[in-house]
């Protein structure tokens, strides 16, 4: 468990960055399960970081006293933390993991097992008991005996990022009480969530805002919210992300305080690091004076600057000039585009080989190796099956206005046609040849935007609330 968390940014291989050298404290919360789903996110990271500034102290948390305060609620419940995308939720588990590991914290607790439903996904098919699901995660546990394991130690089981399940989560269905009695990975899931399977055990789930309410209220013991940085915790990041150059890390906190959604965005940790990524880009490379970028120019740097690493590293060759660069690399970012947006359809935030393939990127190619280094989140997960997922939605949105913008200039309407339809649930066959609402041809970019604004608030997860404003 200490290699598994001891490790942050593991993009490649060759560029881990380990854990204590980059983490900052994060200002966590109690909530309150009322406050799911109310709002859309980009609302929720702005009335995060107002909260941040009021915050009472007596409700502010560390991550290592969840269980502790679980125990004060109802500990036959479980701990369900909920934050925006990026906010730093999976940090917090591996802070708590890490801690645990190296003998800081927790102490009572025997066991450990981490879950990411990501990797859960890929087993959705097949059926295990809880001990066969816990050996495809740790297979070294293979000689430890059952009885020791499940009924005289104290185990917690991290189930991380809730949002990205594609499980289907039925917690009327049947529930299990035997570690020994094989189901499907759902099914193993409520039944730990219930309680009837190992109540000895304590569950910890973390989600994204809109998704959290698939956890009926019941089976919550202790509700939690992860806020991301507070103004003095963003000073710290940037102090430690350029711990030899204070004047750089000095010049980016006084930009983005001139910006109030630079400012606001930085609240959330991979926000940060993309900011750091492209000011010292600007500040270092091209040695400006002056620094004015809004948020959509934060990402178009953003591209370039992964377009022209990849150009040095696999091209062998430095070009200077962005718009030879744009050309060169037109191909590969009109085909992430497509996918960004062609997954935000879908409403998936992480993706497989066979996804890549439908867009037409192989995951072999060099090229597009090159364009992952950074823009993509390459993990092996069980059996070395590749996942995939943008370093932060707001990227994966990004691209994926781009790929709208470019299809309504291209007047390519069947792609657009997407914002238009309406619903086809509880429609019969012959209704749905009446649900367009708009002929493709009077399509207007007026038009277009303010059904992406509609599309954006029938969303489900809220995963298309900064792509609907392209």
Not at 183 to 206: N, Q
Not at 258 to 265: D, E, P
Request: hydrophobic residues 40%.
């Amino acid at each position: 468990m200490k290699k598994k968390a001891g490790c942050i940014f593991e993009d490649k291989k060759e560029n881990k960055v380990h854990f204590q050298a980059v983490y900052t404290k994060l200002f966590i919360t109690k909530g309150d399960m009322k406050d799911v789903n109310q709002e859309h996110e980009i609302l929720k990271i702005d009335d995060a970081f107002m909260k941040a500034k009021t915050q009472d102290k007596c409700d502010v948390i560390k991550c290592n006293d969840i269980f502790t305060l679980l125990r004060e609620n109802d500990e036959e419940k479980i701990v369900l933390t909920k934050g925006v995308a990026g906010i730093g939720k999976t940090v917090s588990v591996h802070k708590f993991i890490l801690d645990w590991a190296e003998g800081e914290a927790n102490q009572d607790i025997h066991g450990v097992f981490l879950l990411p439903f990501r990797e859960m996904n890929l087993m959705k098919n097949e059926e295990f008991s809880l001990h066969e699901l816990l050996l495809e995660f740790y297979p070294k546990m293979k000689d430890m005996e059952k009885t020791k394991l499940y009924e005289k130690s104290r185990l917690v089981f991290i189930f991380d990022g809730l949002d990205e399940s594609r499980l289907p989560l039925n917690f009327n269905s049947r529930s299990l009480n035997t570690v020994e009695k094989r189901s499907s990975v759902d099914v193993l899931f409520t039944s730990l969530v219930r309680g009837t399977l190992l109540p000895s055990a304590l569950v910890w789930v973390t989600s994204r805002p809109a998704a959290a309410n698939q956890i009926p209220k019941k089976y919550v013991g202790l509700f939690t919210e992860v806020r991301g940085f507070n103004d003095e915790q963003k000073k710290e990041y940037f102090r430690k992300r350029f711990p030899k150059e204070i004047e750089i890390a000095d010049r980016i906190i006084s930009h983005i305080k001139t910006s109030r959604s630079l400012y606001i965005m930085c609240h959330i940790p991979v926000f940060c690091w993309i900011t750091a990524t492209v000011l010292q880009d600007i500040l270092i490379e091209t040695n400006a004076e002056n620094i004015s970028t809004t948020l959509t120019e934060m990402y178009i740097h953003f591209l370039l600057i992964q377009m022209k690493m990849k150009n040095q590293k696999y091209d062998g060759k430095e070009e200077r000039d962005f718009t030879k660069n744009l050309e060169s690399n037109r191909p590969m970012i009109l085909k992430l585009a497509k996918l960004a947006f062609e997954q935000l359809k879908q409403e998936n935030v992480v993706f497989y080989e066979k996804d890549l393939k439908a867009c037409g990127i192989d995951s072999k190619d060099t090229e597009f190796t090159g364009m992952i280094a950074e823009i993509f989140k390459k993990e092996h997960g069980l059996h070395e099956t590749k996942v995939f997922c943008f370093v932060h939605l707001s990227v994966q949105e990004f691209l994926a206005a781009v790929h709208v913008f470019l299809c309504y200039l291209n007047k390519n309407m069947q792609e657009l046609q997407f914002f238009f339809d309406r619903p086809k649930e509880n429609i019969t066959l012959q209704q749905r040849q009446f649900l367009i609402s708009e002929p493709e041809e009077n399509i207007t970019l007026p038009k277009l935007l303010e059904k992406a604004v509609d599309k954006a608030m029938e969303s489900q997860k809220d995963i298309w609330t900064c792509s609907c404003g392209f």
